[in-house]
């Protein structure tokens, strides 16, 4: 067979997994490279549910860059991977200097993935390489949910209100960690709307999460009570999804209409937990 010759069709079935949203796509091995109508028909999928599975994966560093590069262009990871010779894929991981489960997992804090970018994310890829027997699950809550939940003078007084995503905020907020001089230039607080509209489904939702710290055009405390407030009402249970790994999962979520956690539901000084993360840049949210 040519090197050149172009992938084969393959079939595949979606099975939701919650009303709200998330769904298994059944039926694909991510290791061989999908044909452009396989390729929109996942992608497809992927705007209808915001969170895909595609279960019994064994990609490798190089081969999950190649999969997500299906569906756009990578971005590098804001710690740059210190050390890392892939600086394209993160491991997430509880594992400490000595290879030992440390005891703490991070990224329990509800946020979308690098909101505070000019271009923040548009889809994060990640693969569950080891995990523990059980627990050490993903969140999701739905940011679409969240909006349309809210009394329509709500939404019209969300209007044109930019909220102020910053990595510093999120940092130090988070873990009393100031950020390195360098990083806070490379990353400074970027203002986005509030109420964001999908540049691909056109539905409005409520863009927070930790990196979110106050609205523009407002005392920082006021802004600082109103994220917290909206926070609470849109990570309510009632918009969310937990998504319990197996062993070989690999999640593709959309982080324009969603906020993710993780849950450190295991002894984290006992058992490790890594997976592979790999993300698309987004475009400037409207
Ligand atoms: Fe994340």
Redesign the pocket.
Known sequence: MSMTAKPEAQSFDVRPLSPLMAAEVVGLDLRRPLDTATRDAVYDAFLEYQVLVFREQTLGKEEQIAFTEQFGTLEEHMARNRGAEIALLHVVSNLGPDGKPAGKIG?TGW?S?KSFRPLPSLA?FLHAVTMPPNGGDTCFANMYAAYEALPAAEKAALEGVRVVHSWEHSRLHKDGYKVPEEDRIAAPPMSHPLARTHPETGRKSLFLGGHASHLDGMSFDEGRAKVIALEEFATAERFTYRHKWRKGDMLMWDNRCLV?RADQNFDAALFPRVLHRTCLRGTAPA
């Open positions: 990224s946020h993935d994060t993710h």
